[in-house]
Each structure stands twice: as structure tokens, then as C-alpha cells.
């Protein structure tokens, strides 16, 4: 049975650190095709960070150059490292895997692409 469970999560301030984890099991994530999604209170889930086939990795423009979405082969684990958190990236983050097909890069960040979600992981940010 293939699972994503995330990991990491928490209350940070404004300007700090959190790296949350997605560990995988039931299938080999060496294929990529996974991605970092978030739901604020009231809002639409929305595309933050995505890895797809040939390594390509694409950012939402309200994370980039703040976060960093990283593949561990060896762990079959997936990261999002974030700095310089603002509010506004307080969430519950979600990671997600295309299993069985390929995600064109530029459709990366669509929640529609992939057929695999964990349950997800709570960031909080003060001001």
C-alpha cells in the first residue's frame, strides 16, 4: 500500500526556519513526480514547491527564493526546507506523488496531477 506521511511541522516566527519531511513507503520515489501543496483556513489548496521526472523543480512565486523542495533517494523521503517565513505561510502543507504517470513541469503546481496525498503537516507562523 503506498502511503506519504509528513512530518516536521510547527510554530515558528516570522523570519525563522522549518524543514518539514514526506516519507514514502509502498513504492520507490526515485521516479520524482512529487510536490508540496498548502490549505490555509478559508483558502484553496495551492502548488508550493514540485520535483518532477528530470530532476526540474518549480517554485510558487510566493516561495521563491525562500524554499527549497529536496528528494533523499536513500530515505525515499521528500523535503521542504523554508526560510524567512512570513504569516502568510502559515498552512497545513501537504505533499503529494504522481504515481504510474509522468507531471509535465509547467502543470507542476496543479493539484489535479497527482493521485497520492498524505495527511498533511501544521506550519504556524507569528509575527
Known amino acids: 500500500q503506498v502511503q506519504l506521511v509528513e512530518s516536521g511541522g510547527g510554530s515558528v516566527q516570522a523570519g525563522g526556519s522549518l524543514r518539514i519531511s514526506c516519507a514514502a513507503s509502498g513504492y520507490t520515489v526515485t521516479s520524482n513526480n512529487m510536490g508540496w501543496f498548502r490549505q490555509a483556513p478559508g483558502k484553496e489548496r495551492e502548488g508550493v514547491a514540485a520535483?518532477?521526472?528530470?530532476?526540474?523543480?518549480k517554485y510558487a512565486d510566493s516561495v521563491k527564493g525562500r524554499f527549497t523542495i529536496s528528494l533523499d533517494n536513500a530515505k525515499n523521503t521528500l523535503y521542504l526546507q523554508m526560510n524567512s517565513l512570513k504569516p502568510e505561510d502559515t498552512a497545513m502543507y501537504y505533499c503529494?506523488?504522481?504515481?504510474?504517470?509522468?507531471?509535465?513541469?509547467?502543470?507542476?503546481?496543479?493539484?489535479?496531477?497527482?493521485?497520492?496525498w498524505g495527511q498533511g503537516t501544521q506550519v504556524a507562523v507569528s509575527s
Open positions: 503529494a506523488a504522481a504515481i504510474g504517470y509522468g507531471v509535465p513541469w509547467y502543470g507542476a503546481l496543479s493539484n489535479n496531477r497527482y493521485n497520492i
Open positions: 520535483i518532477v521526472a528530470d530532476g526540474s523543480t
